[in-house]
C-alpha cells in the first residue's frame, strides 16, 4: 500500500526572501508602535499643561517648560513682517498659515504668532488677502509651541522675508534673518481678534490609531510571509 506524507523541503531562496519581509514588516511596525506610543504621551502632556493657569508672558517665566502651556500676552504686531506658510490645509481645502511677530508691551522681546489659516486662491496661488492687523496693543491668548509644524519640502526653500511664501519656518532661522530678540516658541493664537482667520488649529496628538493601524499592517505582513514560506515548502511524498 502507497502511503503518502507531506515533507517540508527547506529552500535558500525562499527563505532569504520570507526572512526579509519579516524583518522589514517587524521593523515597520515597531517604529509605528512607538509613533503611536508618542503621541499618547503627547496627549497626556497636553491635558495636564492645558489644565494649568495660563502663563503672562509679559510677566518673567521660564521658556524651558512653556510647551503645551496656555499663554497670554499684550503687545503690538509688527505688520511689516508677515510670512506665510504653505501646504496647510484644513478640511480639505488648500491654504495658509499666518505667521507675524509681536513685540511685547513694555519690553524689547518678540515672539512670533501663528494668527490663523486663510483658504488659497484658486485661480492665483500666491495673490494673498489683505489680513487686518490690530492696531496699537492688543492682548491675545493661545497655546506655545517650539514648531509651527513640519511638512515635505517642496522644491527648493524659499528665503525667508517679509512677505515670503515659506513651507516651513523656525523661531531660531527667523530670528536669524528679521535680527528680532525672538523668543524660542511659537503661539498658536486662539483668541478672535476681528480678522476673519480660521483659529481651528490640529492637535498634536491626532492620528494615534492610523498608527495603529498601519502598524497591524506591518505585522500581518511580516506573519503572512512567514506562514506563505512553511506552507509552500510542504510537498507530498511517498
Avoid: C
Wanted: hydrophobic share 45%; aromatic share 10%.
Amino acid at each position: 500500500m502507497r502511503v503518502k506524507q507531506l515533507t517540508f523541503q527547506f529552500r535558500w531562496i525562499p527563505f532569504a526572501a520570507a526572512m526579509f519581509v519579516m524583518v522589514v514588516g517587524i521593523i515597520l511596525g515597531n517604529w509605528q508602535t512607538r509613533r503611536a506610543a508618542e503621541k499618547i504621551a503627547i496627549e497626556h502632556s497636553v491635558a495636564e499643561r492645558g489644565a494649568q493657569p495660563a502663563v503672562d508672558l509679559n510677566k518673567p517665566f521660564s521658556s524651558a517648560d512653556i510647551e503645551y502651556r496656555r499663554v497670554s500676552v499684550e503687545g503690538v504686531f509688527m505688520a511689516d513682517w508677515p510670512v506665510y506658510l504653505d501646504n496647510r490645509p484644513y478640511q480639505g481645502k488648500a491654504g495658509f498659515t499666518l505667521m507675524m511677530p509681536l513685540r511685547l508691551t513694555k519690553s524689547d522681546d518678540v515672539v512670533l504668532v501663528a494668527r490663523g489659516w486663510f483658504p488659497r486662491n484658486a485661480v492665483e496661488r500666491t495673490r494673498l488677502p489683505a489680513v487686518p492687523v490690530p492696531s496699537g496693543p492688543v492682548r491675545i491668548e493661545g497655546v506655545a509651541h517650539h514648531s509651527a509644524g513640519h511638512v515635505l519640502q517642496l522644491g527648493q526653500a524659499a528665503a525667508i522675508e517679509p512677505g515670503a511664501i515659506v513651507q516651513n519656518l523656525e523661531p531660531a532661522e527667523f530670528a536669524r534673518v528679521s535680527k528680532l530678540p525672538l523668543q524660542n516658541f511659537i503661539i498658536e493664537q486662539t483668541s478672535d481678534t476681528s480678522d476673519t482667520l480660521v483659529r481651528d488649529w490640529p492637535q498634536a496628538s491626532a492620528g494615534v490609531d492610523k498608527h495603529r493601524g498601519y502598524a497591524f499592517q506591518w505585522y500581518a505582513l511580516a506573519a503572512t510571509a512567514l506562514v506563505f514560506f512553511l506552507v509552500t515548502g510542504f510537498r507530498r511524498a511517498r
